[in-house]
């Protein structure tokens, strides 16, 4: 590094950090919501089904949403995005071009391989498609909750390279702290009050 890091370069990198966290906040919530064990499912169906099918929907469009921003482009005609090449920007700001030739490599990589998203979100979640929504076309494409917590592991790898690049300490972010998602159990909670009163009121 020849360039002595500003801090303003240090609190991109923290921002980016900072969504890494509030992304698996999210698949968190989601995981408690959406658990296969047979009384979750039963609870969901008995209780909300409608509304946790919304729900769930609403979810994935927001996993794709945050996935196609971060594979954004740093720079946009005269705007600037904070996607993951912010990453490899600042190492090139700073000297390490060897380095951000790597990252941005991966990066690269991560693009290709969730292509498919990046296209959804054109054709359907930026935009409504006229073929796409008639159903002219169809996407053909299927994306597990497996894939979307793949690209959050290959994000943090991302963001901890560069930090070892730049000689920065790694951020101590509370990723697990349970006021994040203690909606998602909360919901669950009353749910299943609601859900033990009416049965035990059905058998009166």
């Not at 005269?78 to 030739?101: A, T, W």
């Not at 498919?116 to 299927?142: E, M, P």
């Amino acid at each position: 590094m020849t360039t002595q890091l500003t801090q303003q370069q240090i609190a991109q990198i923290k921002k980016v950090y900072d969504i890494y966290v509030y992304f698996k906040t999210q698949i968190m919530e989601y995981n408690t919501l959406y658990s296969d064990s047979d009384d979750m499912r039963d609870l969901r169906n008995k209780t909300a089904r409608d509304f946790f099918q919304k729900l769930k929907t609403f979810y994935w469009e927001s996993f794709f949403m945050v996935i196609s921003r971060l594979l954004d482009s740093h720079k946009q005609f005269k705007s600037e995005n904070l996607s993951l090449y912010i990453l490899p920007h600042i190492l090139s700001q700073v000297g390490c071009d060897n380095e951000s030739i790597v990252i941005k490599g991966e990066i690269n990589d991560l693009k290709i391989k969730y292509e498919s998203i990046i296209f959804f979100r054109k054709k359907y979640l930026a935009h409504y498609d006229i073929d796409y929504i008639v159903g002219n076309k169809d996407f053909n494409t299927t994306t597990t909750l497996d894939e979307i917590q793949d690209f959050l592991n290959e994000m943090l790898i991302l963001i901890q390279k560069t930090q070892s690049f730049l000689s920065l300490e790694r951020f101590e972010g509370n990723v697990c702290k349970m006021g994040d998602f203690k909606g998602a159990s909360e919901l669950i909670r009353v749910l299943k009050k609601a859900y033990s009163v009416e049965q035990v009121t059905i058998q009166k």
